[in-house]
Nanobody, 126 residues
Framework: QVQLVESGGGLVQAGGSLRISCAAS????????MGWFRQAPGKEREFVAG????????SHANSVKGRFTISRDNAKNAVYLQMNSLKPEDTAVYYC???????????????????WGQGTQVTVSS
């Protein structure tokens, strides 16, 4: 069982930056693939970025590629999402998720992730 707690969300102006964090419980964090998803009002939850258990492999959605960067610190049981050049369309609740299966490739489907945090709100004003 893994518990995930996101933090660091808030209000930022367009063009600004924000880093959100996810703290994980459990001794097997370094065997889990991790992902960030987001859900805007009236829209489905979508994949934003994912990272392999070792941190060597990452994947980012086309909509955030070049602006967002996922990273992890296995010593701290934490995963991060650095968000730069934010746009109003990035406004959403951002969720951290854990995939316990140790896949060779980054999972982008919601159903691949067994554990979810409660989310943190990110609002980008124009």
């Amino acid at each position: 069982q893994v518990q995930l707690v996101e933090s660091g969300g808030g209000l930022v102006q367009a063009g600004g930056s924000l880093r959100i964090s996810c703290a994980a419980s459990g001794r097997t964090f370094n065997s889990y693939g991790m992902g960030w998803f987001r859900q805007a009002p009236g829209k489905e939850r979508e994949f934003v970025a994912g990272i392999s258990p070792s941190g060597r492999i990452t994947s980012h959605a086309n909509s955030v590629k070049g602006r967002f960067t996922i990273s992890r610190d296995n010593a701290k049981n934490a995963v991060y999402l650095q968000m730069n050049s934010l746009k109003p369309e990035d406004t959403a609740v951002y969720y951290c998720a854990a995939d316990p299966r140790g896949r060779a490739q980054i999972a982008t489907m919601l159903s691949s992730y067994d554990y979810w945090g409660q989310g943190t709100q990110v609002t980008v004003s124009s």
